[in-house]
């Protein structure tokens, strides 16, 4: 069984930076799609980066280029999210999740595309 736990949420100032992480276990096979996503009280889940995990190709949401990079440890199976230079506006549950590897190609991307979620870990950014 494919699982998902995020951790490193938490509150910062504004310009201030965070790190999370996600340990991903249960894969049989090495190639799949893994991205970020979050969601804000009264907003819709929106895609924030993926990074597929044969080819470590990447992609981002235009509100976070140049801000977040996404990454992975392949030896430890973590995920990682370096998030800099926050903003109030990226307040949100941000949860890590899994699909087959060609789901990292299509945009938009489409939450219901990704059959495993994390529980989610809080980001609040105060100004």
């Known amino acids: 069984q494919v699982q998902l736990v995020e951790s490193g949420g938490g509150s910062v100032q504004a310009g201030g930076s965070l790190r999370l992480s996600c340990a991903v276990s249960?894969?049989?096979?090495?190639?799949?799609?893994l991205a970020w996503f979050r969601q804000a009280p009264g907003k819709e889940r929106e895609g924030v980066a993926t990074i597929d995990t044969l080819g470590d190709t990447t992609s981002y949401a235009d509100s976070v280029k140049g801000r977040f990079t996404v990454s992975q440890d392949n030896a430890k199976n973590m995920l990682y999210l370096q998030m800099n230079s926050l903003k109030p506006e990226d307040t949100a549950m941000y949860y890590c999740a899994s699909a087959d590897a060609w789901v990292c190609f299509r945009s938009p991307l489409q939450p219901a595309d990704f059959s495993y979620w994390g529980q989610g870990t809080q980001v609040t950014v105060s100004s």
């Open positions: 249960g894969y049989a096979y090495k190639n799949y799609c």
